[in-house]
C-alpha cells in the first residue's frame, strides 16, 4: 500500500512564524500536492510538484511557498503565518502508470492552528 | 475553469438502506476522470470509486455504484446496503486528461453522511 505521511497530525504555532509542513511518500510517486481543507469550501490546491526542484501554483498559492529537493518529500512553508491560515492541511501523492494518471493517495492531514 | 458542486452538505440514512449523494459539474473537457472519495472521521481520505469519462458504462465497487450522465454532467454516487463505517465526508472531485496536465483534482464542498443504526 501506497504510505503518505505529514509529519504532524496537530501543530499550534503563533502570528508571523514560519511554519513548516512536511510530507513524504513512500512509492516513488512523480506528483505530489498540497491542500487545505476548510468547512463549506471542500479542498483547494495550494501548489503542486511534478518532478524535484519543480512546482507549479494551484488555485490558493498566496501565503505559501514550497520546496522539493527530493522526490519522497514536498515540505509546504507558510512564511509568516496567519490566523486565516488555520486549517486542515492534506497532503498527496500519485504517479502515471502507461501514460494514464492514476489517483491520489492522501496523508492523514495536519490540523494547523494558527494563534 | 472547472468546478464541482455538491449540493447536499449533509444527509442521514439507516443502516442498511439506499443513499443516493449528489455531484454536477461543469466543463468544457471531453477527457476526464471523475472520483468520489471519502473522508472518515479523523482518519485519511481514500478513494471510493473511479469513472473515466469515454466509458458510458457506470462503475461499480461492491455496494458502491455511480450514475453518470456525461450530457447532464452529472455524478452521483449510490451506496447499498449502508454500514455504520460508511459514515465520512464524501468528495466528489474532477480531474483533465489533457496533455501537460498533473493529475490535478477540483474537489466539490463535500457531503458529511451519517449512517444511523
Known amino acids: 500500500d501506497v504510505k503518505v505521511t505529514q509529519s504532524s497530525r496537530y501543530l499550534v504555532k503563533r502570528t508571523g512564524e514560519k511554519v513548516f509542513l512536511e510530507c513524504v511518500q513512500d512509492?516513488?510517486?512523480?506528483?505530489m500536492f498540497w491542500y487545505r481543507q476548510d468547512p463549506g469550501l471542500g479542498l483547494r490546491l495550494i501548489y503542486f510538484?511534478?518532478?524535484?526542484?519543480?512546482?507549479e501554483k494551484g488555485d490558493i498559492p498566496e501565503g505559501y511557498s514550497v520546496s522539493r529537493e527530493k522526490k519522497e518529500r514536498f515540505s509546504l512553508i507558510l512564511e509568516s503565518a496567519s490566523t486565516n491560515q488555520t486549517s486542515m492541511y492534506l497532503c498527496?501523492?500519485?504517479?502515471?502508470?502507461?501514460?494514464?494518471?492514476?489517483?491520489?493517495?492522501f496523508g492523514d492531514g495536519t490540523r494547523l492552528s494558527i494563534l | 475553469a472547472q468546478t464541482v458542486t455538491q449540493s447536499q452538505p449533509e444527509m442521514s440514512v439507516q443502516e442498511a438502506e439506499t443513499v443516493t449523494l449528489s455531484c454536477t459539474y461543469d466543463?468544457?473537457?471531453?477527457?476526464?476522470?471523475l472520483f468520489w472519495y471519502k473522508q472518515p472521521p479523523s482518519r485519511q481520505m481514500i478513494l471510493v470509486i473511479r469513472?473515466?469519462?469515454?466509458?458510458?458504462q457506470n462503475a461499480t465497487e461492491n455496494r458502491f455504484s455511480v450514475n453518470f450522465q456525461k450530457a447532464a454532467k452529472s455524478f452521483s454516487l449510490k451506496i447499498s446496503d449502508s454500514q455504520l463505517g460508511d459514515t465520512a465526508m464524501y468528495f466528489c472531485?474532477?480531474?483533465?486528461?489533457?496533455?501537460?496536465?498533473?493529475?490535478?483534482?477540483?474537489f466539490g464542498q463535500g457531503t458529511t453522511l451519517q449512517v444511523k443504526p
Open positions: 466543463t468544457s473537457e471531453n477527457n476526464y476522470y
Open positions: 510538484s511534478y518532478d524535484v526542484k519543480m512546482k
Open positions: 472531485a474532477f480531474m483533465k486528461l489533457t496533455r501537460g496536465n498533473t493529475g490535478k483534482l477540483i
Open positions: 512509492m516513488d510517486h512523480e506528483n
Open positions: 469513472q473515466e469519462a469515454y466509458k458510458q
Open positions: 498527496a501523492s500519485s504517479f502515471e502508470y502507461r501514460s494514464k494518471r492514476q489517483p491520489q493517495h
